[in-house]
């Protein structure tokens, strides 16, 4: 049932939610083999979605082959500058990709002075029959609003119990952001400039 705007953070310290840092900049790298022909252009829309919402400094820094060095969540290492990558993967590659799994979304937390937290080199993983679905029916919409989840994972939103909201966790027909989400992604994009 629909409530009131809601949202929920991954982690928080002190009460405060980790967040990327608020002055750097943020860069995504699209890795679109196994993906729809528009890849890197639902990409980019998502991404200016998120950089309206949130207000930090986020860009795409190009389309790219092979393998993100974290696409798979586990692979490494992971540098604290690497971008979050966006790739199409299966659940041979991935098991968590199942049938009812379309994404996975995530980023590693990095720990600094004082037991401080921030959020670096995020992945996004998209469901390549999934997607090939969605290509075939011309269903934009739904391939958006799946990466607009995904990225709100990464920047540091949780799942809700609210049908209002994207990031609600059992989502079947929203394909924009909530009020709830749009209230957490603004305070996630205030977090400290490290």
Same mark, same amino acid.
């Given at each position: 049932?629909?409530?009131?705007?809601? !949202?929920?953070?991954?982690?928080? =310290?002190?009460?405060? &939610?980790?967040?990327?840092?608020?002055?750097?900049?943020?860069?995504?790298?699209?890795? &679109?083999? #196994?993906?729809?022909?528009?890849?890197?252009?639902?990409?980019?829309?998502?991404?200016?979605?998120? %950089?309206?919402?949130?207000?930090?400094?986020?860009? =795409?820094?190009?389309?790219?082959?092979?393998?993100?060095?974290?696409?798979?969540?586990?692979? #490494? &290492?992971?540098?604290?500058?690497?971008?979050?990558?966006?790739?199409?993967? /299966?659940?041979?590659?991935?098991?968590? @990709?199942? /049938?009812?799994?379309?994404?996975?979304?995530?980023?590693?937390?990095?720990?600094? +002075?004082? #037991?401080?937290? %921030?959020?670096?080199?995020?992945?996004?993983?998209?469901? +390549? /029959?999934? !997607?090939?679905?969605?290509? $075939?029916?011309?269903?934009?919409?739904?391939?958006?609003?799946?990466? @607009?989840?995904?990225?709100?994972?990464?920047?540091?939103?949780?799942?809700? /119990?609210?049908?209002?909201?994207?990031?609600? +966790?059992?989502?079947?027909?929203?394909?924009?952001? #909530?009020?709830?989400?749009?209230?957490?992604?603004?305070? @996630?994009? $205030?977090?400290?400039?490290?």
């Amino acid at each position: 049932s629909h409530q009131d705007p809601a !949202y929920a953070f991954l982690d928080s =310290v002190g009460g405060h &939610p980790v967040t990327y840092s608020s002055c750097q900049l943020i860069q995504v790298a699209v890795y &679109p083999a #196994g993906g729809p022909p528009d890849a890197e252009q639902l990409v980019r829309e998502a991404v200016d979605t998120m %950089r309206s919402a949130t207000g930090l400094k986020i860009v =795409v820094a190009g389309t790219f082959g092979g393998h993100a060095p974290n696409w798979n969540f586990k692979a #490494g &290492p992971v540098y604290p500058d690497d971008p979050i990558a966006v790739s199409w993967q /299966d659940g041979d590659a991935i098991a968590e @990709l199942t /049938d009812e799994i379309a994404g996975l979304g995530g980023s590693r937390e990095v720990i600094g +002075r004082g #037991g401080s937290k %921030r959020y670096v080199a995020g992945t996004i993983a998209l469901s +390549r /029959d999934y !997607y090939a679905y969605l290509d $075939k029916h011309h269903n934009h919409a739904e391939a958006l609003a799946v990466l @607009l989840h995904e990225f709100g994972h990464v920047f540091g939103l949780a799942h809700v /119990d609210s049908s209002g909201e994207l990031m609600y +966790r059992h989502n079947i027909c929203r394909t924009a952001l #909530g009020p709830g989400d749009l209230e957490g992604l603004q305070l @996630l994009g $205030k977090g400290p400039c490290t």
